[in-house]
Structures are given as C-alpha cells and as structure tokens.
T-cell receptor, first 109, second 116 residues
Framework: KNEVEQSPQNLTAQEGEFITINCSYS?????LHWLQQHPGGGIVSLFM???GKKKHGRLIATINIQEKHSSLHITASHPRDSAVYIC???????????FGTGTRLTIIP | DTAVSQTPKYLVTQMGNDKSIKCEQN?????MYWYKQDSKKFLKIMFS???????INETVPNRFSPKSPDKAHLNLHINSLELGDSAVYFC???????????????FGPGTRLTVT
C-alpha cells in the first residue's frame, strides 16, 4: 500500500464544473505538495502547504493535518486544466518526497 | 528564461551503452534532485544534492552516478544501460532542504530515455 493515496484515479468533467481531487497519507508530514503534469509531460508545482488553505486563481488547496488528508479544488474548470495532478508529502524526519499515483483530469468543452 | 533546464529532451540508445543527462538551474537554489517517472507515471526520487553534497541516495543501481560540479548543475551518468532504465527522468531544484525547511520544487522539462 502506497503511503500516499489519491482519488479518484481518473476524472472526466464538463467545462465549468467544480472539481475536487483528494489525497490521503498515512504518516506524519512536514509539508504536502500539489503538482500538475501537463499532457506534454512538464511538471509544475501548484502548492506547498503544511496547514490550512491556499488559493491561487481558480485553484484552492486545503489540508487537515489531524485527518491526514488534503484536497485540491478547481473552480470553473476549463479544458486547459486537463492534466495529471500529483500529491506528494514530505514525511517528518525525512528529506524525500513521497508521491501519490496521480489523478488524471479531463475537462470536456 | 528557463529556470531548470535538462538536456537532452529525448535520448534513444542501445543496451549496454553509457549516457549522461545534464541539468542546470538558474534560480540560485541550494538543492537539486533527480527523479525517475516510470511507465505508470509514478515518480520516485533517485538522488538529491545540497550545495554539491549528496544528501539522498535511494536504492538505485550503482550504474547510476550523479555528479554536481557546482550547485547550479546536477548531471546524471548511467553506465551499461538496460531495458528497464527506459523512463522519463526529471531534474528539480528547491531553495533549501532540511527536515523543517520544506520548500517548493521547480522541475525541469524531463528527459525521455528509451533503451532498445
């Protein structure tokens, strides 16, 4: 069992829909990252958070440390949001990121 | 302005060959990483250097040898390439590493290695 689990694995939605991607982890962490991998392969860091909530444009990331859970929300989704979204955690006492298996999001016009 | 660059972008080679992938960052970051992404798109760390010093060395075959001539460069040399080495290799950098100092990572565009 992976230390970082994401759900759903695949998500297809209509343009304009509100999207939620979930990440659960099993260890204590010092930080959690959300990454976006474009269809072309490039990886972009979206958020790094250790508590609470962060917002950037239409993207919102939340984390609940007690429940070991984070969510990534996309409001007013757009076809250009189609990508693989990857959650990664930095466990306490460890300098290595542990990655989830990713969520493939497809937004249909 | 490319923050983290890798060369080459694509690399096709035969089994048994030796090849290198180069990575450079112009962000002034202290820490650089090599990640491997397999065919199922799963990312896994291979190495990390902080100010030219190796700090993470995952269980990878010793055919893989990282070299950091300065803190802006981290190259990956692979000897005696095998079919299973085919993957996408990503370089990344961050401002600093450390147990309490998690910081955002910036990724290079990736190098798709195909071993035939």
């Amino acid at each position: 069992k992976n230390e970082v689990e994401q759900s759903p694995q695949n998500l297809t939605a209509q343009e304009g829909e509100f999207i939620t991607i979930n990440c659960s982890y099993s260890v204590g962490i010092s930080a959690l990252h959300w990454l976006q991998q474009h269809p072309g392969g490039g990886i972009v860091s979206l958020f790094m958070l250790s508590s609470g909530k962060k917002k950037h444009g239409r993207l919102i990331a939340t984390i609940n440390i007690q429940e070991k859970h984070s969510s990534l929300h996309i409001t007013a989704s757009h076809p250009r949001d189609s990508a693989v979204y990857i959650c990664a955690v930095l466990p306490f006492g460890n300098e290595k990121l542990t990655f989830g298996t990713g969520t493939r999001l497809t937004i249909i016009p | 302005d490319t923050a983290v660059s890798q060369t080459p972008k694509y690399l096709v080679t035969q089994m048994g060959n030796d090849k290198s992938i180069k990575c450079e960052q112009n962000l002034g970051h202290d820490t650089m990483y090599w990640y491997k992404q397999d065919s199922k798109k799963f990312l896994k760390i291979m190495f990390s250097y902080n100010n030219k010093e190796l700090i993470i060395n995952e269980t990878v075959p010793n055919r893989f040898s990282p070299k950091s001539p300065d803190k802006a460069h981290l190259n990956l040399h692979i000897n005696s390439l095998e079919l299973g080495d085919s993957a996408v290799y990503f370089c990344a950098s961050s401002q600093r590493s450390g147990l309490a100092a998690a910081s955002e990572q910036y990724f290079g565009p990736g190098t798709r290695l195909t071993v035939t």
